[in-house]
């Protein structure tokens, strides 16, 4: 990882290669920030300032090399977005086998709690900065099928919560923007099951796809000075509590 | 390997930068009985304190001995993580035996 200006701002984006993640690092960039990026596999962006790192983002030891690397060759992270995530179909809770629990517990908790971890850590040493963890509608939707997504996605809320408690003091913000349906490869391959699309848009207040771009408007305003006192709350995109 | 007075030497010059630059309330003095985490810890480290002067600690740790070493508090002897009390001179032992 090459090493860039100390004045530049950072923004630390998981799951980068694709999907919110990768339209965020591109609009990140596009605003002018250094973006570190992770991924399972290669980088999917090419750019001066968007710096990639393959992990995988389950493993502990894995995020706390990246943050230390980051913290060593970027000096700083302004702004951390805990993107990565799994969403796959999934069984009603009857059926769903250990196996799929712990695949969701390992990446879409776990992974967020080494996220937040090792970069508040990061942050701490700068003069505030922005924590925005992605959760999603389905939990206040609680839809079937989706009692493990949900529980995760639940749990990122609440850990975001307690850690804009404990960060409060260093002027460091933290939220969760919750989108409705995106167009993304995961969502894709669940559309191909006959109406579950359809199925899932008519349980939206707004019954459209939403666009990435919206979620980065969100995300623009959360990172910005105006919402420095705005921290421990959930952005729903799509739909009403 | 570092012995146990260069690692408390270690400590104080950390405390006492981030006392310099305010991150700390007041002086630290980093000697064996000194509680830095849990109850009776000194006031001038707080928790957010506590985690930079680790993280602090970790680099100029990681500077002198050329390697990346991490401090992890559970992998610390005389250390549990349900009555979490850590004194000055038990993470002084746990350096000397992380630069071993």
Same mark, same amino acid.
Not at chain 1, 156 to 163: A, D, E, G, N, Y
Not at chain 2, 8 to 36: F, H, N, W, Y
């Given at each position: ?31 002018? /920030? ?9 980088? %999917?962006?090419?750019?001066?300032? /968007?710096?990639? %790192? ?52 390992? =990446? ?20 505030? !900065? ?15 099928? %989706?009692?493990? /997504? ?25 939220? =969760? ?45 959360? =990172? ?7 921290? !421990?709350?959930? =952005? /729903?995109? !799509?739909?009403?509590? | 390997? $570092? ?17 310099? &630059? +305010? ?13 830095? $985490? +849990? ?7 707080? &928790? #957010?304190? *506590?985690?930079? *002067? @680790? $993280?602090? #600690? ?17 992998? @610390?002897?005389? *250390?549990? @993580?349900?009555?979490?009390? #850590? ?7 746990? #350096? ?5």
């Amino acid at each position: 990882m090459a090493d860039t200006a100390e004045n530049i701002p950072v923004a630390v984006i998981t799951g980068s290669s694709r999907g919110l993640g990768r339209a965020m690092a591109e609009h990140f960039l596009a605003k002018g /920030y250094a973006v570190a990026g992770c991924s399972r596999g290669d980088a %999917t962006i090419e750019h001066a300032a /968007y710096h990639h %790192t393959a992990l995988d983002i389950g493993d502990e030891a894995d995020v706390t090399a990246w943050a230390k690397s980051v913290r060593r060759n970027l000096k700083r992270a302004d702004v951390v977005i805990a993107n990565a995530g799994l969403a796959r179909a999934a069984l009603l809770l009857s059926m769903t086998p250990g196996e799929v629990l712990n695949d969701f517990m390992r =990446v879409n908790f776990a992974g967020v709690f080494y996220t937040l971890r090792e970069f508040s850590k990061v942050m701490m040493r700068g003069d505030g !900065g922005r924590v925005i963890a992605i959760s999603s509608t389905m939990v206040p939707l609680s839809q079937d099928g %989706t009692a493990v /997504y949900s529980a995760t996605k639940a749990g990122v809320t609440s850990m975001t919560k307690v850690l804009a408690r404990e960060l409060a003091p260093q002027g460091i913000t933290c939220n =969760v923007i919750a989108p409705a349906m995106m167009r993304t490869d995961a969502t894709a391959e669940l559309a191909k099951d006959g109406d579950w699309e359809q199925r899932m848009l008519a349980l939206q207040t707004f019954p459209r796809i939403i666009e990435m771009e919206e979620i980065c408007h969100a995300a623009d305003f959360l =990172v910005s000075d105006k919402a420095r006192s705005i921290t !421990g709350q959930v =952005v /729903y995109i !799509g739909v009403v509590d | 390997m $570092m012995s146990k007075e260069e690692a408390l030497a270690l400590m104080q010059e950390t405390l006492d930068s981030l006392t310099r &630059s +305010g991150t700390l309330k007041g002086e630290v003095k980093a000697e064996p009985d000194t509680i830095l $985490m +849990g109850t009776g810890a000194d006031g001038s480290l707080d &928790s #957010l304190g *506590f985690v930079t *002067f @680790i $993280m602090e #600690l970790e680099d100029r740790l990681s500077d002198s001995s050329g390697d990346d070493l991490a401090i992890v508090l559970t992998d @610390i002897v005389g *250390f549990d @993580i349900n009555s979490p009390i #850590l004194t000055a001179g038990v993470l002084a032992d746990h #350096l000397s035996s992380l630069t071993a």
